[in-house]
């Protein structure tokens, strides 16, 4: 089980950065846009629909951090499901001035920007741990393997030879970074973890402080 909430946690953190992208460009170009056409009235419908999206994405990131958090099972049923503005309604006219104007004055309107904007820079660094970590690690667990590699390969294989420690060898310093790479590749799922409950905090704390209420059980830790 510990180990299925690391691969969850690691495919959230890969996740993270697409949709960060997304969620950022969805942001800026439907608010720039919106705001720019305000004068022929076009703008109003764009800017209530960019501030529902940028609401909805908040709200479905949150579920999903919320899902793993708990240790539910419907993580996958999350990640199936549409973008809905839970919590969200309103008896004027979709995109009409009243209802921009009723966003506006609610503070999931803010959050959800935040939201948007801050899941790019959260999403890179998030990818980079995600993706660099694993092959790192991977790496120098192999490092003596294409040592020896590399007396029967007209090229080199790994660029550790450089690296000079007194008392050592060549091969033994190959053999300290494979010890070094694979406690690396054992601590990697406690690692994930504590990574994917850093995430599924930072999404609980942005939609706590935007008055939504946390999902059940999303306060329990993950089951490990």
Excluded: H
């Excluded at 090229?155 to 010890?179: C, H, K, R, T, Y």
Aim: glycine share 10%.
């Amino acid at each position: 089980m510990a180990f299925k909430q690391a691969v969850r946690s690691w495919l959230m953190l890969l996740a993270a950065c697409p949709k960060g992208i997304v969620t950022f460009v969805i942001a800026v170009a439907g608010v720039s846009i919106g705001i720019a056409l305000l004068i022929v009235w076009v703008g109003i419908p764009i800017l209530v629909g960019t501030l529902l999206i940028c609401r909805a994405l908040m709200e479905r990131e949150r579920q999903l951090g919320s899902s793993w958090l708990g240790g539910q099972s419907n993580f996958s049923e999350v990640l199936r499901s549409g973008l809905k503005p839970a919590g969200y309604a309103t008896g004027y006219p979709r995109g009409g001035v009243r209802e921009l104007i009723a966003l506006l004055g609610e503070r999931r309107t803010y959050t959800g920007l935040v939201y948007c904007l801050a899941q790019l820079p959260i999403g890179i660094i998030s990818f980079t741990i995600a993706a660099t970590v694993p092959i790192a690690a991977l790496g120098l667990a192999l490092a003596p393997f294409s040592y020896l590699m590399n007396a029967w390969l007209p090229f080199e294989l790994n660029s550790l030879d450089a690296i000079a420690i007194p008392m050592l060898s060549p091969f033994q310093v190959m053999l300290a970074a494979s010890a070094v790479g694979l406690v690396t590749l054992a601590l990697q799922p406690l690692m994930f973890r504590s990574l994917g409950r850093v995430y599924a905090g930072w999404l609980s704390w942005l939609s706590s402080s935007s008055g939504v209420p946390p999902l059940q059980g999303s306060s329990a830790k993950p089951v490990i």
